[in-house]
């Protein structure tokens, strides 16, 4: 059986049951005790101030601390409350989080979770509505998720949380108050698996968050039109699963890449890499990227709007491009 909750409640409901099934977990981070996004909404009411950690304002001191509960036994989340700020805890991240299993020989390992919210559309400005997962596709040792609606974002979530490696959980501001069907029961979703939204036959889309749901959207309009687009939601960042979108390209013939981030580095230009490596002579058409422009997101919401974010117009000239 499932119901339909809002996507901030299926996080909220990741973190109450697996804090419930193992005493370790506990959540820190930027005043998480009164859930800014509503992340951690009534938490601190059921497990107490010594579960629900409020820290500083430094996100590198959070990750840092957070590693160090990890190796010490603990599993903890780390929250970063905007994604840009992950920047700010890169060398954390980046070069301690990710290697520990490695460096030692696995005689230590870093069972956490650093989570965070990427997106614009809400006026923020600068430092407050980027997307940077693709940051971190070339950090070793970290598992790199992006959580695409409520059913998933419970599912990797949980996931994450009882991973023995750490991992990276890329949520995003304008899907919280989306709804979604989610199981009664308890379950999980694999971390490193993309799944396939949408079949067709003409051409491939490959778009997270809240991408996904423009592309969809676009492919039922087209489908009118005659035009048979399969979406698929990589799921991973890093790792990517390179099987399935290797897959569907060979079938369609065809690839965009849609993201909200930058164009320029971003997820796009490493699964355009893969699929030009690996499926060359597969390819009936040149792939297309789209992408936010290289420039940093405008104060301004209208210029925001109409100068920097992607939307369903895009996609639609993308794909039509190369049909």
Request: with cysteine.
């Amino acid at each position: 059986m499932s119901r339909k909750i809002l996507y901030v409640q299926a996080i909220g409901e990741a973190f109450a049951e697996e804090m419930a099934r193992d005493e370790r977990v506990f959540v820190m981070g930027i005043d998480v005790t009164r859930a800014v996004f509503g992340l951690t909404a009534g938490l601190v009411d059921r497990f107490g101030k010594e579960r629900i950690r409020n820290t500083p304002i430094c996100e590198s001191g959070i990750v840092g601390t957070a590693l160090g509960a990890a190796l010490t036994g603990m599993r903890p989340c780390a929250e970063i409350m905007f994604s840009d700020f992950a920047y700010v805890a890169m060398d954390q991240i980046a070069t301690q989080v990710g290697s520990w299993r490695y460096m030692t020989g696995g005689q230590y390992k870093a069972p956490m979770v650093i989570y965070t919210l990427d997106g614009g559309g809400m006026g923020l400005g600068y430092n407050h509505s980027g997307c940077t997962e693709a940051a971190f596709q070339g950090s070793p040792g970290l598992t790199v998720v992006a959580a695409s609606d409520a059913y998933t974002a419970k599912g990797l979530l949980k996931a994450a949380i009882r991973s023995d490696d750490p991992v990276l959980f890329f949520g995003h501001k304008a899907l919280l108050g989306q709804p979604g069907e989610v199981p009664d029961e308890d379950y999980i979703l694999p971390l490193t698996k993309a799944r396939i939204v949408r079949e067709g036959g003409d051409v491939t889309v490959v778009a997270h968050h809240l991408m996904l749901h423009h592309a969809l959207g676009v492919a039922a309009t087209l489908e009118k039109e005659g035009v048979s687009v399969e979406v698929i939601d990589p799921v991973c960042i890093s790792p990517l699963d390179r099987e399935t979108i290797l897959a569907s390209v060979r079938k369609t013939g065809r690839l965009v890449t849609v993201e909200e981030g930058r164009r320029t580095g971003g997820v796009g230009a490493e699964i355009s890499a893969v699929v030009s490596e690996e499926a060359f002579f597969d390819l009936d058409a040149p792939v297309k990227r789209v992408g936010a422009p290289p420039i940093p997101v405008p104060g301004s919401a209208f210029l925001e709007q109409s100068c920097y974010l992607p939307g369903p117009e895009d996609i639609r000239k993308a794909i039509t491009s190369i049909l």
